[in-house]
């Protein structure tokens, strides 16, 4: 498991394992990684010893044997409960520190020489506190800093609990401060080069450079995790925009087509306040107070849905956003929020369609549609906003929608959409008319079928 801060996290609800968690396993797999590579130098050295004594009579001493074998026992028994229940986050740190400290005694306890007179101390000389440094290094591949400097840290110790053990048990030692200030060849012969020469300074010194290295190791590994978290935290928040914008598309693909919804998401400026030249296309459902009299409220919300829902796949069909519904009815733009190849066209196709699509309904509807400029834009506070569009070419489809109940036309529009046509569709003028709020009458159009 991980250090104290990331065993206290618990885990999150989402789909996809949060930071912490990645962080987790990247450790586990790091710690896993080093005990593999310890597990696997023993295993070799033990290897090793046991071909020597088998062909040689080369004197192997037991107690190199039986510590390359409890490395490679801890090592099997680490390797085998890491990222399981039996975990456990103290664990590393008493499998590293068992190491350290089985090393520093192997110094004690291992004699230099079989004669009693050598003393133990040529072991610091002859070989040296570098037998430890695999191990701090290893305990980096962890990514965990706080086991570097554990593993410095308890190197240091049992460094110098060996050394005082041994020096403890001489009858005489001497160090660097024994020799004089002017000292000769002959005193660094018989002081430096004595058996007796323990050198403190230079325990002092091999201690101080693993510690320090320790540190600036902890270090890196501390800075590692930064860049790990921050980059986890870019693509959690990369992963949150691409899944609102997915979201975001998916809702718009209701009543869009993919492919505009995808421009939509994707241009920042879409829904952004603007003006321009579109066509506007209301529908309202005709005498909708009198067919939901009497009929269950449940039922009449079904067919509701059912019926508004196939008129937005067809305005959608014909390049139009369904920019709101509005009860019994829909609210739908040609050429905003984005700009297709004519908005008119399209707008009196999608009219059509719906009236033929109440065929198949107990509906009749009224399509008003109305050609001009259009201002849109989002509206709304950070937390909940809409896309909306207003202006006098809103409001002149609104009337033209209405007035289908006067002249008796399931479809009216203005002259600006009239004009727009293609030859696919015949428009007759119906004259002039007043329209309510709006100052002058305006010339109103039908197609000829109607």
């Not at 005990?35 to 001493?61: K, M, N, P, Q, S």
């Not at 400026?269 to 209301?282: D, R, V, Y």
Request: one cysteine or more; proline letters at 3%.
């Amino acid at each position: 498991m991980s250090d104290q801060p990331v065993d206290s996290l618990t885990g999150s609800d989402s789909a996809l394992p949060s930071a912490a968690e990645r962080y987790v396993v990247a450790e586990q797999q790091g710690l896993r990684l080093a005990i593999i590579c310890r597990t696997a130098i023993a295993a070799a050295g033990l290897i090793y010893l046991l071909a020597v004594t088998a062909v040689t009579e080369y004197d192997i001493r037991s107690a190199s044997m039986a510590a390359l074998a409890i490395f490679v026992i801890t090592g099997i028994g680490h390797i085998s409960v890491i990222g399981t229940r039996y975990d456990r986050w103290w664990l590393k740190f008493a499998i590293y520190a068992l190491d350290v400290i089985i090393i520093c005694a192997l110094f004690v306890i291992i004699p230099i020489s079989r004669a009693h007179e050598v003393p133990q101390i040529i072991a610091f000389r002859a070989y040296g506190i570098y037998y430890l440094f695999p191990f701090v290094v290893m305990s980096a591949l962890s990514l965990s800093w706080r086991l570097v400097i554990w593993t410095g840290a308890v190197a240091v110790v049992s460094w110098w609990a060996a050394f005082l053990w041994i020096v403890s048990d001489m009858e005489q030692t001497y160090s660097w401060a024994d020799i004089p200030p002017a000292a000769t060849r002959a005193d660094y012969e018989n002081i430096f080069l004595s058996i007796d020469f323990i050198g403190r300074g230079n325990r002092i010194e091999e201690t101080g450079f693993l510690f320090v290295g320790a540190l600036i190791l902890a270090l890196v590994v501390y800075r590692a995790r930064k860049v790990f978290f921050a980059q986890i935290e870019a693509e959690e928040i990369q992963r949150q925009e691409r899944n609102a914008r997915l979201k975001v598309t998916q809702t718009l693909g209701r009543f869009v087509p993919e492919e505009i919804a995808e421009q939509i998401v994707a241009d920042d400026g879409a829904l952004a306040p603007s003006e321009k030249h579109g066509t506007i296309l209301i529908m309202d459902i005709a005498g909708f107070s009198t067919y939901a009299a009497g009929k269950p409220p449940a039922d009449v919300i079904t067919n509701l849905n059912r019926f508004l829902a196939d008129c937005a796949d067809i305005i959608a069909s014909h390049s139009g956003v369904v920019i709101s519904f509005t009860g019994d009815g829909l609210l739908a733009s040609f050429n905003i929020p984005l700009d297709i190849d004519q908005p008119e066209q399209s707008a009196i196709n999608a009219a059509n369609e719906l009236v033929a699509a109440t065929g198949e309904t107990d509906f009749d509807i009224r399509v008003g549609i109305a050609s001009g400029p259009i201002a849109s834009g989002s509206i709304g506070s950070t937390e909940r906003m809409a896309f909306t569009v207003y202006g006098t070419t809103v409001n002149r489809a609104a009337r033209l929608e209405n007035l289908c109940k006067e002249l008796k036309k399931p479809i009216l529009f203005d002259q600006s959409t009239s004009q727009k046509l293609d030859s696919s569709s015949t428009s007759v003028s119906l004259g002039n008319h007043a329209l309510r709020g709006v100052s002058d009458s305006e010339q109103v159009f039908s197609l000829a079928q109607d």
